[in-house]
């Protein structure tokens, strides 16, 4: 099974809502990832958690805060956001052990769509 | 550091006919090279990868790509076009930054299939 599920499926927010994105994975894996991808673009990378530790922040605004609970959720909350970050918001995982196919290979969920007023 | 060029940011095939879609790939180390696939309002779906063991992958619903190092190639096809097969492909590059690894991903191409 090389599912990885997030919720809510859309999401509409005014600028000075604080929301949640949620994102489970029960395969095992301890990378996860989110991206944004701007409509007809190619997904951006935004955090890395390995081993439920922030790793990667691709120079995120604050106003975007992710965080690991355990191995298995991931969370990106949203506070005070703006209207140009309305996008498709991909969370993805990966095993963080093995050969390095499986430590590259990425699993994506099927996005949450956020739209900001 | 590593990038994906993709060729062609609309591709428009008659259904049955070959697919074609261009990935040109630029490492300083062997490299570990993706297809994803996109339908509309979804997530990425993996393709297929190459990750050196062949050079030829194939990967699923009948999609393949060939591993070219001499022409920095990883272009993939489909030798008969689905009308389920129109959607948006993305290549990519696995780059490593201190043991985490992430996706670069080219600009992506629109599969169009033509009755």
């Known amino acids: 099974d090389t599912e990885v599920t997030q919720t809510p499926k859309h999401l509409v927010m005014g600028m000075t809502n604080k929301k949640s994105l949620k994102c489970e994975q029960h395969?095992?894996?301890?990378?996860m990832y989110w991206y944004k991808q701007k409509a007809k673009k190619p997904p951006e990378l935004m955090f890395v958690?390995?081993?439920?530790?922030?790793?990667i922040n691709e120079s995120v605004p604050s106003r975007f805060s992710p965080e690991c609970p355990n191995s298995s959720l991931l969370n990106l909350h949203l506070h005070a956001l703006q209207p140009e970050d309305s996008a498709l918001y991909l969370c993805?995982?990966?095993?963080?052990?093995?050969?390095?196919?499986?430590?590259?290979?990425?699993?994506f969920g099927p996005g949450t769509r956020l739209t900001v007023l | 550091a590593q990038s994906v060029t993709q060729l062609g940011s609309h591709v428009s095939v008659s259904e049955g006919a070959l697919v074609l879609l261009r990935c040109n790939y630029s490492?300083?180390?062997?490299?570990?090279l993706f297809w994803y696939v996109q339908y509309p309002n979804q997530g990425l779906q993996l393709l297929l990868k190459y990750t050196s063991a062949a050079t030829l992958v194939k990967g699923i619903n009948g999609f393949e790509a060939e591993f070219k190092k001499s022409e920095t190639s990883f272009h993939l096809t489909k030798p008969s076009a689905h009308m389920s097969d129109a959607a948006e492909y993305f290549c990519?590059?696995?780059?490593?930054?201190?043991?985490?690894?992430?996706?670069?991903f080219g600009s992506g191409t629109r599969l169009l299939v033509r009755p």
């Open positions: 490492s300083s180390v062997p490299p570990y």
């Open positions: 395969m095992g894996h301890r990378a």
């Open positions: 993805a995982s990966s095993v963080r052990t093995g050969s390095l196919d499986s430590l590259t290979t990425q699993y």
């Open positions: 958690y390995s081993y439920e530790k922030l790793s």
């Open positions: 990519a590059v696995s780059d490593g930054v201190d043991s985490s690894y992430k996706l670069i």
